[in-house]
């Protein structure tokens, strides 16, 4: 996307969150989801981290705060509301984060 002259990077992400019921790792009657899912979701979050993103969008308007956004929208304003890079690498940290405390859960469960 362009503004200004200014190339901006717009990241889209579809979903990043462990569902409740999926399973990251083998156990004994409960195998993964599918194998390699917790690799799956590792080199996801690397990739995501190592994004240039300007404009960070998803599949449900929570990922990046989107009611918040639009109360911030005044008359010649519109567009920049969306530009949050910070928000964006604070978002993937939490998600990351999220995935690594359900990992190890599910890690050191009997």
């Known amino acids: 996307m362009m503004q200004a002259g200014r190339r901006l990077n717009v990241v889209i992400v579809g979903s990043w969150?462990?569902?409740?019921g999926w399973r990251l790792v083998d156990r004994a009657g409960?195998?993964?989801s599918y194998p390699r899912i917790a690799a799956d979701y590792?080199?996801?979050?690397?990739?995501?981290?190592?994004?240039k993103c300007?404009?960070?969008l998803g599949a449900h308007g929570g990922y990046f705060g989107?009611?918040?956004k639009l109360q911030r929208?005044?008359?010649g304003a519109a567009e920049d509301v969306w530009i949050?890079?910070?928000g964006f690498?604070?978002?993937v940290a939490e998600r990351r984060q999220a995935f690594e405390t359900e990992l190890k859960r599910q890690e050191t469960e009997q």
């Open 42 to 51: 590792k080199r996801t979050f690397a990739m995501l981290k190592g994004m």
């Open 89 to 91: 690498k604070a978002a």
């Open 17 to 20: 969150n462990v569902n409740p």
């Open 66 to 68: 989107m009611l918040e």
């Open 30 to 32: 409960q195998p993964a």
């Open 54 to 56: 300007d404009i960070f």
């Open 73 to 75: 929208i005044k008359p």
């Open 84 to 86: 949050d890079p910070l």
